[in-house]
């Protein structure tokens, strides 16, 4: 996870001053991962580095912070001895003090830690790598692409969806319904709507690394969205849906040319049927999906780097 520059920007628009306190590295057991970070500000907060005794502590500092000179403090946590915490691990944390005048203007971010006086160093920083201290200097990635999603349709399990996987940054979501009145008055930060009269249209337009779900309100349409999509190329494709619909799908989309191993790539029913029906199970199971193929992917890619 990487510094997610407009929501820094964003706080410091609303609160002023903020602190954003920075998991730096870890070591054996722990809340969160290297890259985690939140944003505090006088009388709220933004993310989590894992909660418990760790981050109640460090939301403490960050406040008393708040009323200081723009600074960075560097904090290293042995979660056991020091908070009483079960972990076992030790943390390093970063504390620092941005306003206005201090937020970075562009990524990669590098600054130096209090009484460094060494020149900056060069670091050539995939997007996505965890931070990074080098001779004094704390530094930063770009955020790494989140992962294209485009969901098509904005009823209840839409919403659901959007609603659970728009949180989590590995995902760019894009969503498409038939005009502005089907979306919520406010959609989650980040995510793109595309009101569209005909959206099968659209589907020219998606990255054929794309995962898709179809959830529209009208059976036509979603067969129309399949063939569009079997014809364009995606990473995935789920359909909402029955075995009785599959069924039915896979009979008039092989009359429409397409051959039994293309139509199988299409996932239907969606979501982890152990949970049961209701829009949030579906979209529970939808994203534990999502996320673990994501994170698989990650793996493989790592193990063939080293």
């Known amino acids: 996870m ?14 002023g001053a903020v602190v954003r306190i920075l998991v730096l590295s870890v070591a054996g057991s722990v809340p969160r991962d290297a890259g985690t970070s939140m944003i505090v500000w006088k ?8 909660g418990g005794e760790l981050e109640n502590q460090a939301v403490r500092e ?28 030790s943390v390093t944390l970063v504390l620092e003090r941005i306003d206005a005048t201090s937020l ?20 050539d920083l995939r997007p996505g790598a965890p931070p990074l201290l080098r ?9 790494e692409p989140g992962r ?3 969901v098509w349709g904005a009823g209840h399990v839409g919403r659901a969806i959007v609603d659970v996987l728009a949180p989590w940054p590995g995902v760019a979501i894009t969503w498409i319904d038939l005009g502005p009145d089907r979306f919520p008055g406010s959609a989650p930060p980040g995510v793109t709507l595309l009101p569209a009269a005909e959206p099968p249209a659209l589907v020219r337009y998606a990255p054929r690394d794309a ?28 359909l909402i849906g029955s075995a009785t619909k599959y069924a039915r799908f896979r009979s008039r989309l092989t009359a429409l040319g397409h051959t039994p191993a293309q139509i199988a790539r299409i996932a239907c029913p969606i979501g982890e049927p152990a949970l049961g029906k209701h829009p949030q199970a579906i979209a529970v199971g939808v994203a534990a999906a999502l996320i673990k193929s994501a994170t698989s992917g990650q793996r493989q890619e790592r193990d063939a780097i080293g």
Request: overall charge negative; some cysteine; aromatic content about 4%.
């Open 43 to 50: 009388d709220g907060e933004e993310g989590t580095i894992g």
């Open 2 to 15: 990487s510094l997610d520059l407009p929501a820094l920007r964003e706080a410091v628009a609303r609160h």
């Open 135 to 143: 001779d004094g200097w704390l530094i930063e990635a770009a955020p």
């Open 104 to 123: 970075p203007g562009s990524l990669p971010f590098s600054r130096p830690l209090p009484g460094t006086t060494s020149p900056r160093p060069t670091a």
């Open 211 to 238: 995962d898709h779900l179809i959830v529209t309100r009208s059976h036509e349409l979603d067969l129309q969205l399949c063939h569009a999509l079997l014809l364009h190329g995606f990473a995935s494709l789920g």
């Open 62 to 89: 960050a406040r008393a912070m708040l009323g200081q000179p723009a600074r960075l403090v560097l904090r290293s946590v042995p979660l056991g001895p020091a908070l009483g915490q079960c972990c076992g691990g």
């Open 148 to 150: 294209p999603l485009w």
